[in-house]
């Protein structure tokens, strides 16, 4: 790294603590870590909503639970690690690493990127404060019509789902617009497209899916708004609505949505393999347009989630082909991860087991995501644990798999501590085993016929077996994520010795020193190719000098702002005002939420961005 | 390299802030103007789930009023024959209208670049006034509707014309708020030619705006 001579000029740039610093901070760095913090909570609690169904089901006729509370948990354990869980934890991932990676300060828009993390958080205390008024929504997580109108579900509980997750969408909308223009805008010279770290361009195709099917579900969940509040007729049959409206509108952006979910774990697998197979990245252009095909035919499938409903041939011939088209995307890129280790010279650590996890694993959930593909057995299959288990080796498997090889890796850079190795080993060794125990069992149940969300089944329907098992598998997976939550703990209370470049990695956030300062870089090298970190490793015959912590001086960086979070809490006035229209005057609420919503957006449009110049 | 500077003036240097648009860019576009075009990107699929809907349930509806046609409506309590509702010359006049300042606010801009202060003052007022013209147009036609029997919940046309129509509406007065803003600043010499990429990045907003509208216009009221 170019030598940079700030050493000696006064510290200017000196650690902020503090509440009020976290609630005003624009650095992306510490937002990163807030989503990541934020995330990790509502991850657990889904966890625990999870394991609640689970014990619910360890026996025919259990009565842990009643029917109405079992709706509730697999409603919101589904909302839960869709939205506030693996949606976060990747923005987490975008926020540290994509300035970082293409050799940026921060973001584009630095106060944006606040505002959508605050709109998050308070997104998800909104749907779980729903839980206090004992009104926890439970129509599904995919909400569909008329299970969800007034009819059918006459209390507060959908409200808070609807109302929820446009809360959400908001804070997704409002990032996705602020990382697309980073990547498109703010790479070092020399960082071409074609030189971007994988995990760079896999965020950048998800944030062109969630920019592309967010709207769709804000305009479906404004419809179901209106028929619950406003009397339309949407999706009710009565007044001439279709409820399969609903679905076609929901799975238009759903099914992008699981590619929002995997992309970024298969952009962070992309950068773990070759870092500990000292080998490159095994096809790189291959991987970034197998990408985009991913998400360009990921528009063109979502009827395969609806062939029960009766489209007729023509259509259930066309999702189904397009349905088995993304299997060639996908392989190619499973090929490139197994070229690139072929030949490495493999480094047996935490990283690199997770990553290895995710692909076997998805591969498994990439294989009866084919067979879901024909619809003649999609029928057979659908709305039983078959489908349950598919989703959850690509989820959990594969986006969860990604995440925690992504955490174990980038841990020394974000806190400067390693995490421990063998106890890190100890956790992957018991998820996979707890992951594999709870989840491939649900293929047989499925096809011995066991319906998904029911709440208990009878004695003697051969169902009991495998159930125990299961039990006992997510009891395992949930005892390797306390052993992972032991070692960060542990961790952080040990001095901050990690060394800038623990694993030889080959991107540009090895290079600086571990935490980064708050500027990221004093300067940046040049970028010559997609390794910028081994060019200069190589040019230093195999040796990086550690880089020093600098003053900074003179390098500007944006004001810290508390408009951001005055408008999130705008935000949520607004939409949050819906759940009253049963009141009368509730629309005063309303007005209120965009009197904040409108002082905030002007107090910040007129704040300068940057400190005055002396 | 020496001195403090050099970070500051390294070519990857202060890049990052939204404000800094002066500093070169990768693309040499300032930011907000990318952030602009990706959100306009955006909103053409909320427009279009919006008006998928509304041709999905064209001629779905079990009541009327209809847009063009005659039918039986639910008035005072008994089913009796109606009339089209739809009245296509004010709103084509409107349309009109919103065309027009499309093209009053690229003399504005024009006049924001060249530092012409009255031609900006003046094509931006004229804008601003236009958009609170179709805005007024827009509350005169649903008013006109709910006198003649047709709410929000009347009918599949009803809700599908409304949600669509209103939301254009609503972004056309988020535009005139956002204008009437930089009208503000600009009477009081506030945008001068360094600074007329804030007028700019409303212009585009503004011109989407209307692009969406000519789409709307003819599905909606010429199309039977």
Known sequence: MATSVLEHAPAIHQEKSGLWSWITTVDHKRIGILYGTTAFIFFLIGGIEALIMRLQLMRPDNHLVSAEAFNSLFTMHGTTMIFLGVMPLSAMFFNYFIPLHIGARDVAFPRLNAFSYWVFLLGGLFINFSFLLNAAPNAGWFGYANLTERTYSPGLNTDFWVLGLQILGIASMAAAINFFVTIVNLRAPGMKMLRMPMFVWMSFITQILLLLAFPVITVALVFLMMDRHFGSHFFLPEGGGDPVLWQHLFWIFGHPEVY????????????????????????????????????????????????????????????????????????????????????????????????????????????????????????????????????????????????????????????????????????????????????????????????????????????????????????????????????????????????????????????????????????????????????????????????????????????????????????????????FTHMKGWFVITLCGAAVLLFGIYRWAFEPPFPEEH | MSHASHAMDAPHGVREGSMHDMHPTTTGIPSRKVALWTLIGSECLFFASLISTYLVYKGKSLVGPLPHTESQCMLHGQMQACEPIIEIPLVTFGTAVLLFSSFFIVLALYGAQKGRRGMLIGWLGATVVAGLFFVGMQVYEFTHFFHKGMGYSTNLFSSSFFTLTGFHGSHVTAGVIWLSTLLVLAIRGKIPPGKSLNLEIAALYWHFVDVVWIVIFPVVYLMR
Request: glycine residues 10%.
């Open chain 1, 260 to 579: 929002i979910l995997i992309l970024p774990a298969f952009g962070i697998v992309s950068e773990v393999l070759p870092v500990f197979s000292r080998k490159p990245l095994f096809g790189y252009t291959a991987m970034v347009f197998s990408g985009a095909f991913i998400a360009f035919l990921g528009f063109g499938v979502w009827s395969h989630h609806m062939f029960a409903t009766g489209m007729g041939p023509i259509a259930d011939s066309f999702f189904a082909i397009s349905t088995m088209l993304i299997a060639v995307p996908t392989g190619v890129k499973i090929f490139n991860w197994l070229g690139t280790i072929w030949g490495g010279s493999l480094q047996f650590k935490t990283p690199l087991y997770f990553a290895l996890g995710m692909v076997a694993m998805f591969i498994i959930g990439g294989l009866s995501g084919v067979m879901h593909s024909s619809p003649p057995a999609d029928l057979q299959q659908t709305d039983s644990y078959f489908v349950v288990a598919h989703f959850h080796y690509v989820l959990f498997g594969g986006s969860i798999f990604g995440l925690t090889a992504g955490a174990y890796y980038w841990f020394p850079k974000m806190f400067g501590r390693m995490l421990n190795e063998t106890i890190g080993k100890a956790h992957f060794w018991l998820m996979l085993i707890g992951f594999n125990l709870t989840f491939f069992p649900m293929h047989f149940l499925g096809l011995n016929g066991m319906p998904r969300r029911v709440y208990t089944y009878a004695a003697g329907s051969n169902f009991e077996f495998w159930n125990r098992i299961e039990t006992w598998g997510a009891l395992l997976l949930a005892f390797s994520l306390l052993l992972f939550v032991y070692n960060v703990v542990s961790t952080m209370r040990k001095p901050k010795t990690a060394p800038a470049d623990p694993w030889k990695g080959a991107t540009l956030e090895w290079l600086i020193p571990s935490p980064p300062q708050e500027f990221n870089f004093a300067d940046v090298p040049p970028v010559n190719s997609s390794t910028p970190a081994w060019d200069l490793r190589r040019a230093g015959g195999g040796q990086l000098p550690e880089p020093k912590r600098v003053s900074g001086a003179g390098i500007h960086l944006p004001s810290p702002s508390i408009w951001p979070v005055v408008t999130a809490c705008g935000v949520l006035g607004v939409i949050g005002s819906i759940l």
